[in-house]
């Protein structure tokens, strides 16, 4: 049973062009968050996705950011117009449910993507 | 805003020393987990504890949760250079959002 699957791993980008992270839960899990993580720094929650849905993404910048987990695909966070401060690593977890128990709702994390803004 | 406060950032031993890593809120949280991370990789679960009060053991480590679930410990007995690696707690609160300690950063001397 494959992990949560991330890519790519690494992503280098010049300032004002376009980052396209992707991240496929692990299997049966319909509950998507995405994580970001500065350098010697814990992790600051996003966004938090269901198949189709947008349910929380009280943690993403209101500009240059957006999340989507369509019916077919894996989850996709965006970020447009790259700046340095941008540069992080990002993390998707999967979760087989939300509320329905800290075990069942337990966060599988995925390897990350390192992104870094030139 | 839920916060959580891990103590101490760093900490650097010899092989066969104790330690304990302390993880506190202000908030009560309805379940509290114990991640390690390794370089390059994302966090690994080590442990969720969820009733005040709890002790969980996993091998030569022991996790405390608070009465008031609002703290806990991580204490590793014997530490050995396998142990080494960055030491997140974190809280979970409403819809299951995960709010992360800033880390401990553990090495392991041999």
């Known amino acids: 049973n494959a992990g949560v699957m991330q890519n790519p791993r690494h992503l280098v980008r010049r300032r004002g062009q376009e980052a396209r992270l992707r991240c496929s839960p692990m299997k049966g899990h319909s509950h998507v968050y995405w994580y970001r993580q500065l350098p010697e720094e814990g992790l600051k929650f996003m966004v938090y996705?269901?198949?189709?849905?947008?349910?929380?993404e009280s943690g993403m910048p209101k500009e240059r950011f957006s999340a989507e987990f369509p019916k077919e695909g894996p989850s996709i966070l965006r970020i447009q117009q790259v700046v340095r401060g941008d540069s992080a690593a990002y993390f998707c977890a999967s979760s087989l449910l939300a509320g329905g128990g800290p075990y069942t709702d337990t966060q599988y994390f995925g390897p990350g993507t390192r992104l870094t803004v030139l | 805003t839920q916060l959580l406060e891990q103590s101490p950032q760093f900490l650097s031993i010899q092989e066969g020393e104790n330690l304990t890593v302390y993880c506190n809120s202000s908030?009560?949280?309805?379940?509290l987990q114990w991640y390690r991370q390794e370089p390059g990789e994302g966090p690994v679960l080590l442990v969720t504890?969820?009733?005040?009060?709890e002790v969980k053991k996993l091998k030569r480590l022991t996790f405390q949760f608070g009465d008031a679930r609002k703290d806990s410990s991580l204490h590793i007995t014997a530490a050995q250079p396998g142990d080494t690696g960055l030491y997140l707690c974190?809280?979970?609160?409403?819809?299951?959002?995960?709010?992360f300690g800033g880390g401990t950063r553990l090495m392991v001397k041999p």
């Open positions: 908030s009560v949280f309805s379940s």
């Open positions: 974190a809280g979970v609160g409403a819809g299951n959002m995960l709010t």
């Open positions: 504890v969820v009733t005040g009060g």
């Open positions: 996705l269901q198949k189709e849905n947008i349910i929380d």
